[in-house]
């Protein structure tokens, strides 16, 4: 090696107890340094106090092949912790995915470069997930886990078996959707979850004795994980930790590992300071005399580096056994269809026979019975689908016939109870979806979509088509009360770039509301579906999606237009209604409904504008009236909420808040003059 | 007693054990089954399966006084299972709080009654916190407690010494919030702090063990709790724990106590069934008879009504030596005046020295920084405020040093280490200003505000004042990249009914930010501000508070008005700019700041049209454009973001996003046809 014997006595001393591991390990360091001070901005701390555990991890345990990145039968590895970025691009690069280029690593943090301040999913191969929102990185792990598990009970552990590792640190165990996977992960039995947590200390802040003083690995035990600890800066202690966690398969597995931020820095290890900034030229250079470290910046010596090449390529011989496997199974063929996320066929009949069905047969359902409904249709139809919800089952009536069977600690299924746990229940779904093989969906109340929310936001920056159920969603809920009903939050969740929200009106919309969400693989759908009744609206059949196209005329009174009736879900009927009363007052009115904004506005200009018109409009939404001015003129002419709702039953809040067909028409024909 | 021996021996048994606090509960579930029946909606299970419990608990513990429900040094009763709210309606109604009549509980969940479906502050007297959306009922408990020691460690244990109790379920436990709380409580030591957990192995969706398996009391150790088991229907088991739990003052007590839900309920108790609905007319009748309960519905019999009503006025005594304490206090006056809201005398001073001194002598600063010298200017002259942040102290600029004491284990100070728990800091700053004595304010990033969302909610709906403090507000967060950046925050935020969001566009505006958000105490205020600098752009003194009319003309270029810019935050320098550069092409422009929409549009008539003028306007933020068309005709006359963000230096993100005067000048000319 051309590397010098670590000038610091304690570095020194790890050093030692794995030469080899140590100077991998520096490489990993030095790029972090280098790429951090370069862009002048990154938190070179964590990777720094990593790199040793992260080194035996990819060299020693961690199944991949750097040249075939997208290998489905490879293990995961989540950085929970993304602000540590440059750990996972040091990595990616030295283990020669062939992207992860010297120039993207220099650019980091740089527009254009794959290379961003926080793991993005897309940019990057070898980046399964986006990290970088506190403890969502080990929720969505859970869900990469736990569909693994589900993937091997259905096509066999020849044809799958990986393991998920997640490396986070005290923040992800700080938040509480940390908890959430931590909880559901220990019940649900996933031994295939091996967690490494960076035991380091110290917080942005300052010590994590400011504000974190439990004893973790007594928690985790508590939850039913398997928990070790150890020196993260002992390779072989690392070794011998991971390859117990990986013999131990009925439990999750944490290995804490006492680290020293910003490990080798003479000035900064150990300190808060070197968390999130750079080490600047001087501290730089100390840090690689302390480390031993002689080469120029971004240089990497040729025999460390051929090393690095060569564990990159370790898994090819596993990935080349697993080919032949699949290709020689019964059941090869049908895994492979299932990982294309492509549909299988017999999908687009089960659509159209639930749609014939409706038509033939109109029914009065709540928007969540008639989602029940569809899914009762279409999940034979595509054994991909795997449901559950945050404990409101019986409400969101997510579960149904065909993904009846039980997820649990024994046996893997394709219904997930995952307990009140919204946000947790929302990264793992990601999870699943990124996994492969599935489409997650799971429900809870509209309302609680806060508690989920960055989640939903984060399937919508990965381009991930999770499909959230939010039942309950407006006043309709009734008694439970403001707390439990939607006001902003139609709005809140329109305001997320790529996340389509679908509100249907009745059993045909609700339908191909989940037809949309099912095709929409690379786009997330949140279905905003009602407590109470509402009648089938959708009469003449007819095998377009209308839906699909977010707004359309659903009725129309009188040749010519004086008003446009534009509403939602639920207020459709209501629409229909008022419309009905001012045409028998001689009034010509189109009743526009309105499922999907997102739908609506990706339309041709021209059809918007038809299906808007030139006549005075009226929105109708029983929620909040924000963000209606992009389709009326004022809120003013929003019949919706301008506050939280109440507690009493259904009908006295619609006629308390005002959100009839009189209210509608009353404004009608103040708005028209009549 | 009135009453029959139990028909059930099971029941029978527990009964013995105290047969008194027996029949006390027994007027509980008693009036909780009707209530429930009569409404034909609600959560009777819980209620059932607590009343031993809160009976014990109101009877031999709990220090209040029915007839004087603000006593500010009486123990707080915060039922985090909100659902259970037939629990605090009955106590409250036997204790003898004079707004909660029989007529109010007979009309529980109806319109117009303080009896809702989840309990609402601000509705009934003795409902200290709103609660239903779970978890955060213990995380705003944790607040109180923290107030608790906070003000006692100012004014003294001779004026201040309360517990603050909570009742809380499973649900509250698998959410990711109640365990932020947990760790929270036990790092701070929160010794007053009791929780009794209502263990029923029952969720809405069937057993707990369908999706929660953990060693609960092991989990709380490991956080630093005391911890108790016991029998929930064994009066005098019970009160042993909470009397152990009150003599342990170094750690917050969870007392683990084994109930049955629907407790009585021959065929309904244990199960899931009695979880969420009416027990219905036959087992309603059947449960009395099995209870010994004979009396008619919604009767309580005269002895136990009278015991109750003692209950209620137990704690009268302990008022009275208070309020004479306090009267002898020297420090009685000030603590008076602290628990009154109102801003000390010399408050108004500081706010106008702190303007004038920005005046004299103008800064560019980031408006996080500006928030700092505000803060520095203002908490002198504020002894009530007390701070922190979740783990970005460095980065919120929150602490400043007459909030410079750290909240530790040992001593209470002014400001709070959150840690890495967005959620439960948003709730527990709750608690604290619903305890009174205190004006919370608490930072994170902007785009955090997801993980605290429902929490910021509940501020509104609840109508407390507590402050959020909310930095790195745009893309101008640069290289940390989109998961970093928000983009449909400021929109969701401004959806909340109720919520006043400032987005302040230099130091003045800033300083004005705060005096609005500190003499809220009735409305939340969310202050989103910049990580870069801008200057100071207010530089003609003036006594008035314009932020406080949400939009004002910053700068005029001309006679007339050929185009309004309207520019929030960091934008608004950018629009002066596109102004400038207009006006030297020929153009009249008016520059709009409008660091408030709810503030603004509380404005009248008059104001707001002369605000906004005639002339077409053109919309700058950098956030997504979502809502902007309630001011500006279309979102193409919205200079803002309609995508995700990205990782890179904050000049290349304007630019590349289109953020720029150029843009700005460039629509202006467009919309006007030059």
Redesign the interface.
Known sequence: MPLDTPKDPAIAAKAELDQQNFALANCIRALTIDAVNA?N??HPGAPMGMADAATVLFRNHLKFDAKNPDWPDRDRFVLSN??GSMLLYSLLHLTGYEDMTLEQVKNF?????IT???P?YGHAKGVET??????QGIATAVGMALAERALAGEFGSDLVDHNTYVMLG??CL???????AI??A??LGLGKLIALYDDNSI???GPTS???????P??L????WHVQTCDGHDAKALDKAIAAAKAETGKPSLIAMKTIIGFGSPNRAGTYSVHGAPLGKDEAALTKEALGWTAEPFQIPDDLAAEWRAIGTRGSEAREAWEARLAASPRGEALTQRLSGNLPEGYDAAVAAACDALFADPKKAATRKASQMALEALTPAVPAMIGG?A?????NLTRVKAVDS?YT?DAPGRYI?????E??MAAAMNGINLHGGFIAYGGTFL??S??A??AI??S??MGVGTIYVMTHDSIGL???????QP??HL??L?????LTVLRPADTVETLEAWDIAIRNRNVPSLLALSRQDVPQLRLEAGSENLTAKGAYVIRQFGESRDVTLIATGTEVAIAVQAAEALHADGMSVAVVSMPSWELFDAQPEAYRAEILGSAPRIAVEAA?K??W??YVAS?DDVIG????G????ID??YS?FGITADAIAARAKKLTDR
């Open positions: 862009a901005s990154g993304g602000h943090r740089q527009w254009g470069a961003a301040g926080h993005e986006t990290t970088g929102p506190l403890g005290d923040g700080q938040e509480g959707i940390g908890q959430e909880s559901l220990g019940h917080t942005i802040d400011i504000s974190f003083s439990e004893d973790v007594a928690r035990a508590a939850c039913g919800s404990d409101l089952t019986g409400s039980q600690k109870g995952y307990g009140v746990r946000f947790g309302v609680f806060d508690y929310r960055n936001r984060l919508a920056l009734g008694e439970d009360g403001p707390t439990h006001i902003e709005a809140s329109r305001a997320i770039p790529g909040g924000f963000g001015t992009r809120e909420m301008t506050g939280f109440a507690s009493a039953p006295r809040l308390e």
